[in-house]
């Protein structure tokens, strides 16, 4: 035995035009193994975009169940069935369409929680601000002297 290194055999480069096809080769496989998720195809917009168009129609279906709830609720006979039923119902609805929509990354997470809080400010500006009650103005109560 030789305490020599080994020497590897000289093996020639290959040409250009097969590193070339190599590389296509490769990127094509690559394409062919993506993994579709729900974005896929949705078109120009982006992924930012309906990151925030689906959670600002999430905030509609949250605040006019809500809007719904409160003038079906307050008529009802037992009230805190409807109150609690509703907030579970829309808080499931929402949380379910965020996990849906985020895909488990923040920045879309941070671009539903932008759509909710634009369906918030129409909401609130489609309803208007709470209507006063008529009331006659309360006499003061007489006082002892």
Known sequence: MTDEPRKKPFTPKPPLSQEVGAKAARKLRARRHVTRTVWFGLGMMGLIGWSVA???LLGAI???G???TVRRGLASRR???WFLGSLLLRMSILMAGFYVVSGGRWDRLLACLLGFVIAR???TR???PPAEPHASPAKEPGHAS
Do not use: E
């Open 66 to 68: 809500l809007w719904w």
């Open 54 to 56: 689906i959670p600002t």
């Open 79 to 81: 009230p805190a069935f």
């Open 62 to 64: 949250f605040f006019g």
């Open 121 to 123: 400010q129409i909401a």
């Open 126 to 128: 489609l309803i208007g």
